[in-house]
């Protein structure tokens, strides 16, 4: 069975830094773009980053470029969002998804197949 379990949310300093992880299983993380997906309170849900199946082509939503860093460990079936130098805007719920494909580093959420069901980031003083 298909699954993905977020972990690694929770209250931070501005400035702090926290690593999301997301534990994939039923699934051969190579052959899916996994997405990172945040919903702040009160906002629609954005994705903030995405890796392709190579695991190298890595793309960023601008406001989160330079400060957050996506990684891949294949042999652990996990997939990790290190966050540096985070703002109070950061703020929100995390969800990793995936997307079966080959060879393309794009996360549409609309197009994303499976989701985990998050967990919480709070960036606060």
């Known amino acids: 069975q298909l699954q993905f379990v977020e972990s690694g949310g929770g209250l931070v300093q501005p400035g702090g830094s926290l690593r999301l992880s997301c534990a994939a299983s039923?699934?051969?993380?190579?052959?899916?773009?996994i997405g990172w997906f945040r919903q702040a309170p009160g906002k629609e849900r954005e994705g903030i980053s995405c890796m392709g199946d190579d695991g190298r082509s890595i793309n960023y939503v601008d406001h989160v470029k330079g400060r957050f860093t996506m990684v891949r460990d294949l042999n652990k079936g996990m997939v990790h969002l290190q966050m540096n130098d985070l703002k109070p805007e950061d703020t929100a719920a995390y969800y990793c998804?995936?997307?079966?494909?080959?060879?393309?580093?794009?996360?549409?959420?609309?197009?994303?197949?499976?989701w985990g069901k998050g967990t919480l980031v709070t960036v606060s003083a």
């Open positions: 039923g699934l051969i993380l190579d052959q899916y773009a």
């Open positions: 998804a995936a997307r079966r494909v080959y060879g393309l580093s794009i996360c549409p959420e609309d197009e994303m197949n499976y």
